[in-house]
C-alpha cells in the first residue's frame, strides 16, 4: 500500500463489477452464484474483507466504483452459493484492471482510494434536508445526531445511476451541489403531489 496527501493506493485488490454503487456507509445485499465470485469471497480473509465494485453502466465497466467491505455472510447454500451483506467504505477510481489471475479466477487490479468516506455537508445541502425531512421523511431530527453526507445521501432513494453521477463529482462543492439539487427536486415533486391530492380532495 501506498499512501500520498490525498488519496490512498491500493494494489492486487479483487473487483467484482456490478451494476451498483454502493455509498460509504450504505449496505447492500449481494447473492454470489458464479464460480469466480463464489472463489473471490473464498480468498476475502487475504484482503482485509474488502474488495472493489466497479460500475458497470450500459454493458461497460467504468472506472470508477465503490470499494467495500465483507459485513457478513447471510446464508451459504449445499451448491455453494451464499448471501451476503456488504457495506460501503470508499470510492475509488481504477487504476489497473485484470480480467484473472494466474492463480485466481476473479478479477483484480489497483485502485486510487479518493478519500470519499467523509464530505463535509454545506448548509445549503442542510436546509434542502430539512425541509425535505419535514415534507417526506418526517424523522424527529431532535433525537437524531446532525446529519452527516451520507445519511442523508442514503435516505432519499437515488438509484445507482444517479449515485454514479454524484461520485464522479470532484470536489466537495460539487457533491453537495448535486446532492442539493438532487433533494431539491424530490421537494418539488412532493409538492405538486401533495397539490395534486388536494385538489381532488377538494373536489
Do not use: W
Not at 55 to 79: C, E
Amino acid at each position: 500500500m501506498n499512501e500520498n496527501k490525498e488519496h490512498t493506493i491500493v494494489e492486487n485488490i479483487p473487483l467484482f463489477p456490478l451494476g451498483i454503487i454502493v455509498l460509504p456507509g450504505e449496505t447492500r445485499f449481494l447473492h454470489i452464484f458464479e464460480k469466480k465470485y463464489k472463489n473471490l469471497f473464498e480468498d476475502l480473509e487475504k484482503f482485509d474483507n474488502k474488495f472493489g465494485i466497479p460500475f458497470i453502466q450500459k454493458g461497460n465497466i467504468t472506472t470508477m466504483g465503490s470499494y467495500v467491505r465483507l459485513d457478513k455472510v447471510l446464508a451459504r447454500y449445499p451448491n455453494g452459493e451464499i448471501d451476503v451483506a456488504v457495506k460501503g467504505v470508499d470510492i475509488f477510481d481504477t487504476l489497473e484492471y485484470n480480467d484473472e489471475h494466474e492463480q485466481r479466477e476473479y478479477p483484480f487490479g489497483s485502485l486510487e482510494l479518493l478519500g470519499r468516506d467523509t464530505v463535509h455537508v454545506s448548509s445549503s445541502l442542510l436546509n434542502a434536508f430539512n425541509k425535505y425531512n419535514k415534507l417526506v421523511l418526517k424523522l424527529d431530527m431532535d433525537k437524531l445526531p446532525k446529519p452527516g453526507f451520507y445519511l442523508i445521501t442514503n435516505s432519499i432513494g437515488l438509484n445507482d445511476n444517479e449515485k454514479y453521477d454524484l461520485v464522479i463529482r470532484g470536489s466537495g462543492e460539487a457533491l453537495n451541489s448535486t446532492m442539493t439539487n438532487h433533494i431539491n427536486l424530490r421537494t418539488l415533486l412532493a409538492l405538486q403531489q401533495n397539490s395534486l391530492h388536494d385538489y381532488y380532495c377538494l373536489n
